[in-house]
C-alpha cells in the first residue's frame, strides 16, 4: 500500500495562505488520482479536490477559485495552495491517492462519496484559520 506523508499545516489569519504537501511513497503521483480532503470538529469529511495523472484539477464548490492542487512527479509529492483562508476552512486536511482507479474508469472520483474510493491516506495536518 502507498504511504502518504502530509505537511505544511499550521495556522493563519483570516485571508491568509497555507501549502500543504502529500509525500508519497513509489511513483503514484505521476500515474494515479491524488485529491485532498478535509473533516471539521463534528462534521463528516469533505472532499476539497481531485487531480488525474495528466493534471486536469477538479474542485469543491466551496473552494470558489482560493485553492489549487498540483504535482510534481520528480518528487512524488502533491501539493494545496490555500489563498484567501476563512474561518471555515478550519479542518484537519488529509490527502489521499489510488492506483487502480484511473485504470479502471479512465477519470478520477471527485466528490464527497469519493472519500470512498480512495484507498491510501495520509494521517492529517492540522488547518486554522482565525477571524
Known amino acids: 500500500q502507498v504511504q502518504l506523508q502530509e505537511s505544511g499545516g499550521g495556522s493563519v489569519q483570516s485571508g491568509g495562505s497555507l501549502r500543504l504537501g502529500c ?66 476552512d478550519t479542518a484537519i486536511y488529509y490527502c489521499a491517492a489510488d492506483d487502480t482507479y484511473f485504470t479502471d474508469y479512465g477519470e478520477c472520483p471527485d466528490g464527497d462519496d469519493s472519500v470512498f474510493e480512495f484507498q491510501s491516506w495520509g494521517q492529517g495536518t492540522q488547518v486554522t484559520v482565525s477571524s
Open 23 to 88: 509525500a508519497a511513497s513509489g511513483d503514484i503521483v505521476s500515474s494515479g488520482c491524488l485529491a485532498w480532503f478535509r473533516q471539521a470538529p463534528e462534521k463528516e469529511r469533505e472532499w476539497v479536490a481531485t487531480i488525474e495523472p495528466h493534471g486536469v484539477a477538479r474542485y469543491a464548490t466551496f473552494v470558489g477559485g482560493r485553492f489549487t492542487i498540483s504535482q510534481d512527479n520528480a518528487e512524488n509529492t502533491f501539493y494545496l495552495q490555500m489563498d484567501s483562508m476563512k474561518p471555515e
